[in-house]
């Protein structure tokens, strides 16, 4: 049971982690045309879309990715927690 929740922990950091990296590869000309950003768009677009949705970006900068890693930090936070109750 240790290794589950290790495991889900680990992915969810990890997948905070390709969330920042393509997010920070907007910054770059032609970055999110390459082999690695167009792997990160597969895997960052469809959970960054419902949070576009509902988050409408102030002027030139979205916010929604911010929103995005923190639903990520609070989903881990919890499984944390829900682990400790669990012991």
């Given at each position: 049971?240790?290794?589950?929740?290790?495991?889900?922990?680990?992915?969810?950091?990890?997948?905070?982690?390709?969330?920042?990296?393509?997010?920070?590869?907007?910054?770059?000309?032609?970055?999110?045309?390459?082999a690695i950003?167009?792997?990160?768009?597969?895997?960052?677009?469809?959970?960054?879309?419902?949070?576009?949705?509902?988050?409408?970006?102030?002027?030139?900068?979205?916010?929604?990715?911010?929103?995005?890693?923190?639903?990520?930090?609070?989903?881990?936070?919890?499984?944390?927690?829900?682990?400790?109750?669990?012991?």
């Amino acid at each position: 049971m240790d290794q589950i929740f290790y495991i889900v922990s680990r992915a969810l950091e990890f997948y905070s982690y390709a969330l920042i990296i393509y997010i920070l590869m907007s910054w770059f000309p032609g970055a999110r045309e390459s082999a690695i950003g167009s792997f990160l768009a597969k895997i960052c677009e469809p959970f960054l879309e419902p949070f576009r949705k509902i988050i409408p970006p102030l002027g030139m900068i979205d916010i929604s990715p911010i929103v995005a890693i923190l639903v990520l930090n609070f989903a881990n936070m919890g499984l944390s927690q829900l682990y400790m109750m669990l012991l």
